[in-house]
């Protein structure tokens, strides 16, 4: 995806002018015209996938092929306060939140344009944010990205062979070894997986099968929500800063139903720090050959993750 006007897109500006923040009497008009409100949801100024887009520049010629980036793009603002991000929440606040991704998830997928629904969050000036006001990103893609689609054809192989969901036999392996679950309650685990990319990954996987959001019960969204806190608390007490990281929500494709068997509602956390001062950074293996080097093995930092999250209160 190309989208050279968000080279000019809003970079860190101050508090009294974030745009995030709602729209209060005296104060500048932000992107929120109300004074107050819970979570708010509106399309990205600086969009790089839209409902109605231009025609691709220029003609490509053989081997190449271009078309016009339909989709969309949205911000999730998750509160009003502008430092009240979702470690901070109460489970009853994140539910909101999990609540209105649902909702998202299930207005775009019905488009025609879209394929794929991804629910992120960019966390931290590490990871490259330029709204300091807590929120997260909602992308609808009109074709599966190349990493959902490499989970996609991985499951469907998976269960053609063994005729299981290979998240579930995942989640059924990591439960009963227990060395690199970091929390679990009724409804979801929180583990380092096996093969983690990043030493302080950690996925919140469904304990059932459940596809995607709309599939949750009430008090699943309610469990799914005091994971994600215990976990992300966690994570702030594992270094005694607010530590970054990626936030991205898997789940079914929306391109038919012929994905549900297949898919397996995840919450995937991938932090980038490997110590206090050292970053986890992307070089030769992990850029040119597509193969992580991990510097600390799972087990060792989930042990590391339980102590946080005992110390945050978990």
Not at 34 to 49: D, G, I, M, T, Y
Not at 131 to 159: N, T
Not at 172 to 200: D, K, M, Q, S
Request: overall charge negative.
């Amino acid at each position: 995806m190309f989208a050279d006007h968000r080279q000019h897109r809003t970079f860190l500006p101050p508090d009294e002018l974030c745009p995030l923040c709602p729209t209060r009497d005296g104060g500048p008009r932000t992107e929120i015209p109300v004074p107050a409100f819970e979570v708010a949801v509106f399309e990205n100024r600086f969009p790089a996938l839209l409902r109605r887009p231009p025609a691709p520049i220029g003609a490509a010629a053989w081997p190449y092929r271009v078309a016009p980036a339909h989709g969309a793009n949205e911000v999730v603002v998750y509160s009003d306060d502008h430092h009240l991000g979702l470690a901070d929440m109460e489970p009853a606040r994140i539910v909101k939140v999990v609540e209105v991704w649902t909702d998202r998830y299930l207005d775009l997928g019905r488009r025609d344009d879209v394929a794929y629904v991804f629910v992120f969050e960019n966390r931290g000036l590490a990871i490259g944010v330029t709204l300091s006001h807590p929120h997260g990103q909602i992308y609808a893609y009109p074709e599966l990205p190349p990493r959902i689609l490499r989970r996609v054809d991985v499951a469907q192989a998976y269960l053609e062979e063994h005729g299981a969901c290979v998240h579930c036999d995942v989640v059924t392996t990591e439960a009963a070894a227990g060395i690199r679950v970091v929390a679990r309650n009724r409804a979801f685990l929180a583990y380092v997986p096996f093969a983690a990319r990043f030493p302080y990954e950690v996925h919140i996987a469904s304990l059932r099968h459940a596809a995607c959001l709309p599939d949750l019960t009430d008090a699943e969204r309610v469990d799914l929500a005091a994971l994600l806190r215990a976990v992300l608390r966690g994570y702030d007490h594992l270094f005694g800063f607010a530590l970054p990281y990626v936030m991205s929500v898997h789940q079914a494709p929306t391109s038919g139903e012929g994905h549900r068997p297949v898919s397996h509602l995840q919450v995937e956390l991938t932090p980038i720090h490997r110590t206090a001062e050292k970053l986890k950074y992307l070089a030769g293996s992990e850029i040119g050959a597509g193969a992580f080097v991990n510097d600390t093995a799972p087990e060792d930092t989930a042990a590391r993750l339980r102590v946080a999250m005992a110390a945050g209160g978990a």
